[in-house]
C-alpha cells in the first residue's frame, strides 16, 4: 500500500538557518503530493502542493520539487524564522479516491 | 467562509459512553474524512466519504460509526469508548484538486 516515510525529528535550528526536511513515499501511480504544517493547538494547514513530477510548490518561502525518479518531496526554507516553529507533515493522495496517507510528522523549533 | 467546523472542541468520557463527533463544512466539498492523530503515529484515517450517501472505511475504523447524510455534515459515533481512543480527531474536506481543508479539531480523553 501507499506510504510516506520523513526524517524523524525533532529539529533545532537558529533563526535564518538553512531547513532541509526529507520525505520519500511509496505509491502506484502518479500520486499528488503535500505539505501541511500544524502550529501549537491548531489543526493542520495545507502548506504547499505538486501534483505530477517535476512540479514544484511553493508558499511562505518554503519549496518542494516533486521527483518522481527518487520518489522523494523534500521540503526546503533559505532561512527559517522563530514563527516557522510547528510540526510539519508530509502526505500523498493517490487521487482516485483522495485518502491522504500521512508522515509521522517532523517537528522544527527555531530558536532566535 | 467558516471552513470545517468540529465540536467539540474537547470531551472527556467514561469507558463505555457513546459520543458523536461533530463535523460541518460550508464550502460544497464532496470528499470528507475523519482522521485521528496520535503520539509518533502522524494522522491516520479512520473513515471517508466521497458524498452525500456514500461513505467508507480507512485504516482504523473499528469502534467509530459515520453517515452522510447531506454534504456539508459528516458525524463521527464512538459507539463504546475505550482508553484506546484516546487522541486528537480531525475532519477535512476536499473538492478534490486543492488539497484538504482541516478542521481545528476535537481532543478527545477516555478514562
Known amino acids: 500500500g501507499d506510504s510516506v516515510t520523513q526524517m524523524e525529528g525533532p529539529v533545532t535550528l537558529s533563526e535564518e538557518a538553512f531547513l532541509t526536511i526529507n520525505c520519500t513515499y511509496t505509491a502506484t501511480g502518479y500520486p499528488s503530493l503535500f505539505w501541511y504544517v500544524q502550529y501549537p493547538g491548531e489543526g493542520l494547514q495545507l502548506l504547499l502542493k505538486a501534483t505530477k513530477a517535476d512540479d514544484k510548490g511553493s508558499n511562505k518561502g518554503f519549496e518542494a520539487t516533486y521527483r518522481k525518479e527518487t520518489t522523494s518531496f523534500h521540503l526546503e526554507k533559505g532561512s527559517v524564522q522563530v514563527s516557522d516553529s510547528a510540526v510539519y507533515f508530509c502526505a500523498l493522495s493517490p487521487g482516485s479516491n483522495y485518502k491522504l496517507t500521512f508522515g509521522k510528522g517532523t517537528l522544527l523549533t527555531v530558536n532566535p | 467562509n467558516a471552513g470545517v467546523t468540529q465540536t467539540p472542541k474537547f470531551q472527556v468520557l467514561k469507558t463505555g459512553q457513546s459520543m458523536t463527533l461533530q463535523c460541518a463544512q460550508d464550502?460544497?466539498?464532496?470528499?470528507m474524512s475523519w482522521y485521528r492523530q496520535d503520539p509518533g503515529m502522524g494522522l491516520r484515517l479512520i473513515h471517508y466519504s466521497v458524498g452525500a450517501g456514500i461513505t467508507d472505511q480507512g485504516e482504523v475504523p473499528n469502534g467509530y460509526n459515520v453517515s452522510r447524510s447531506t454534504t456539508e455534515d459528516f458525524p463521527l459515533r464512538l459507539l463504546s469508548a475505550a482508553p484506546s481512543q484516546t487522541s486528537v480527531y480531525f475532519c477535512?474536506?476536499?473538492?478534490?484538486?486543492?488539497?484538504?481543508?482541516f478542521g481545528s479539531g476535537t481532543r478527545l480523553t477516555v478514562v
Open positions: 477535512a474536506s476536499t473538492s478534490g484538486v486543492g488539497g484538504y481543508t
Open positions: 464550502m460544497n466539498h464532496e470528499y
